[in-house]
């Protein structure tokens, strides 16, 4: 791959090396290839979460508008349980991939256990919270009393069994930080391809299985991804990853676990601070009805179809800054997100071109009704505006995570979530009057200056000094 060009026979060759995990070294050698080894199994993997959330809010859509406000009400309250997740992923990722740049497995084995036990303990947290709160969680989020009774079994299943989310997100961060991006790919296809089948049986009834309307839905999701995890536990067990733990290893090493909480609070700030931010967005659209509010959770279900594809991207920078820094590389771990930024920044950019075209006829795939298309529609395209920036941060942000340097993310999204994005949402939404349009917006303006922010922090380096 060092030529601008390959072959379609070529590029056959490399994308069944990069599918089944062969390609190991990624610390030396073509970085496009590098890049792309990496990208190609983190792509797939992203592209079948988003499918998966396409499909589902396709069967819900079915079911009721106030079944699919459930859903976005929902995912805005479990996306706290995401930062968590994504915040100690991040600690992972950055520990493991050091870990294996310097040649030190089992120091990359005692990580993944740690990062283990951490996960299964705030799992239980949030589970007997989930469990017990389901309706008052919906009516905090602004639920009408009839959307509460219809959905809260949805929310309780989906909160009570979120330790399937958390392990899923955390084992596959320590097979991405080995480089086994594939075995990742892998689980994840598992998954999905599980809840694809399971969701219209549990929300339509199958047989003897009754008809769970939206609560199915959850169901569904809830055992594709639980066996996922055991899939995940297997490999790690078994040893078909580079990662291998033992039954003499499941033991609580407080340094190494200092050590990930200490790199996983600025991941976990800076989460907490993005999807809080979204919680409130959420808040915010709820003020105009459950037709308004439907448009907008179909919407950012299509951007995530799309969106996933550049995390998978972002995911493989990552990969590639923590292995080089730890290969005493820094300046092939600097280029190697530089092409991946600008990759995806392509990639965005003509995914923008179709939803600024074809916005409505996409909606209306999910739900015909007129506020619902109306609006969802105008949401894809506000937001579609800002989506090449989007490429690039996406890449940069996960650039400094890799790293282990996650605080300055976390100050960033500071910065522009909550002192930008959400006092210009409110005014512009409310106090206004402009509606709908005035929260997209501010997400669009909130992640062009992210983008901005973040490339000129990144260039001056300071990421390449951190030690983790």
């Given at each position: 791959?060092?030529?601008?060009?390959?072959?379609?026979?070529?590029?056959?060759?490399?994308?069944?090396?990069?599918?089944?995990?062969?390609?190991?070294?990624?610390?030396?050698?073509?970085?496009?290839?590098?890049?792309?080894?990496?990208?190609?199994?983190?792509?797939l993997?992203?592209?079948?979460?988003?499918?998966?959330?396409?499909?589902?809010?396709?069967?819900?859509?079915?079911v009721?508008?106030?079944?699919?406000?459930?859903?976005?009400?929902?995912?805005?309250?479990?996306?706290?349980?995401?930062?968590?997740?994504?915040?100690?992923?991040?600690?992972?990722?950055?520990?493991?991939?050091?870990?294996?740049?310097?040649?030190?497995?089992?120091?990359?084995?005692?990580?993944?256990?740690?990062?283990?036990?951490?996960?299964?303990?705030?799992?239980?947290?949030?589970?007997?919270?989930?469990?017990?709160?389901?309706?008052?969680?919906?009516?905090?989020?602004?639920?009408?009393?009839?959307?509460?009774?219809?959905?809260?079994?949805?929310?309780?299943?989906?909160?009570?069994?979120?330790?399937?989310?958390?392990?899923?997100?955390?084992?596959?961060?320590?097979?991405?930080?080995?480089?086994?991006?594939?075995?990742?790919?892998?689980?994840?296809?598992?998954?999905?391809?599980?809840?694809?089948?399971?969701?219209?049986?549990?929300?339509?009834?199958?047989?003897?299985?009754?008809?769970?309307?939206?609560?199915?839905?959850?169901?569904?999701?809830?055992?594709?991804?639980?066996?996922?995890?055991?899939?995940?536990?297997?490999?790690?067990f078994f040893g078909?990853?580079?990662?291998?733990?033992?039954?003499?290893?499941?033991?609580?090493?407080?340094?190494?676990?200092?050590?990930?909480?200490?790199v996983?609070?600025?991941?976990?700030?800076?989460?907490?601070?993005?999807?809080?931010?979204?919680?409130?967005?959420?808040?915010?659209?709820?003020?105009?009805?459950?037709?308004?509010?439907?448009?907008?959770?179909?919407?950012?279900?299509?951007?995530m179809?799309?969106?996933?594809?550049a995390?998978?991207?972002?995911?493989?920078?990552?990969?590639?800054?923590?292995?080089?820094?730890?290969?005493?590389?820094?300046?092939?771990?600097?280029?190697?997100?530089?092409?991946?930024?600008?990759?995806?920044?392509?990639?965005?950019?003509?995914?923008?071109?179709v939803?600024?075209?074809?916005?409505?006829?996409?909606?209306?795939?999910?739900?015909?009704?007129?506020?619902?298309?109306?609006?969802?529609?105008?949401?894809?395209?506000?937001?579609?505006?800002?989506?090449?920036?989007?490429?690039?941060?996406?890449?940069?942000?996960?650039?400094?995570?890799?790293?282990?340097?996650?605080?300055?993310?976390?100050?960033?999204?500071?910065?522009?979530?909550?002192?930008?994005?959400?006092?210009?949402?409110?005014?512009m939404?409310?106090?206004?009057?402009?509606?709908?349009?005035?929260?997209?917006?501010?997400?669009?303006?909130?992640?062009?200056?992210?983008?901005i922010?973040?490339?000129?922090?990144?260039?001056?380096?300071?990421?390449?000094?951190?030690?983790?």
């Amino acid at each position: 791959m060092q030529s601008n060009k390959i072959s379609l026979k070529q590029f056959i060759q490399y994308f069944k090396i990069a599918v089944t995990g062969k390609e190991q070294n990624f610390t030396s050698g073509s970085i496009r290839r590098a890049v792309f080894m990496l990208s190609i199994p983190m792509i797939l993997e992203m592209l079948m979460e988003s499918i998966f959330a396409l499909v589902d809010i396709l069967y819900v859509s079915k079911v009721s508008v106030n079944a699919v406000a459930t859903i976005g009400l929902t995912e805005s309250v479990i996306t706290l349980v995401y930062a968590v997740a994504i915040g100690l992923s991040m600690a992972a990722t950055a520990i493991v991939a050091r870990r294996v740049g310097e040649k030190d497995l089992k120091g990359a084995s005692n990580a993944a256990v740690q990062v283990i036990f951490l996960g299964v303990l705030v799992a239980a947290i949030i589970s007997v919270i989930g469990i017990l709160y389901p309706k008052e969680i919906l009516g905090l989020m602004g639920g009408e009393p009839d959307l509460i009774e219809e959905g809260y079994g949805y929310t309780q299943i989906l909160l009570g069994g979120n330790l399937t989310i958390m392990l899923l997100f955390l084992i596959n961060a320590i097979f991405r930080g080995a480089g086994d991006a594939s075995v990742a790919m892998w689980t994840l296809i598992l998954s999905n391809g599980l809840n694809i089948i399971l969701d219209p049986m549990f929300i339509f009834g199958f047989g003897p299985i009754p008809a769970f309307g939206v609560e199915g839905a959850a169901i569904a999701t809830t055992i594709g991804r639980g066996t996922a995890v055991v899939f995940q536990l297997a490999v790690l067990f078994f040893g078909y990853s580079k990662i291998k733990v033992g039954i003499q290893d499941l033991v609580i090493r407080i340094g190494v676990m200092l050590n990930l909480i200490k790199v996983s609070l600025g991941g976990i700030g800076q989460f907490l601070i993005g999807t809080s931010s979204w919680v409130f967005l959420m808040r915010i659209m709820s003020e105009f009805g459950s037709e308004v509010l439907a448009g907008y959770t179909i919407a950012i279900r299509v951007m995530m179809f799309t969106l996933m594809p550049a995390w998978g991207m972002s995911n493989a920078a990552a990969t590639l800054v923590g292995q080089n820094l730890g290969a005493k590389e820094p300046e092939r771990a600097e280029l190697s997100v530089w092409k991946t930024g600008k990759y995806s920044a392509i990639f965005m950019g003509l995914v923008s071109i179709v939803y600024l075209v074809f916005a409505p006829q996409i909606i209306v795939l999910f739900n015909a009704t007129p506020d619902v298309v109306k609006y969802g529609s105008l949401c894809l395209r506000v937001i579609a505006a800002g989506y090449i920036f989007y490429g690039y941060a996406m890449v940069v942000v996960n650039a400094f995570n890799g790293a282990g340097d996650t605080k300055t993310p976390t100050y960033i999204n500071f910065v522009c979530f909550w002192l930008l994005q959400l006092p210009f949402a409110y005014v512009m939404a409310i106090t206004l009057d402009f509606g709908p349009v005035g929260v997209f917006w501010a997400i669009t303006l909130a992640e062009i200056l992210i983008a901005i922010v973040s490339i000129i922090w990144f260039k001056k380096g300071h990421w390449k000094a951190v030690k983790v």
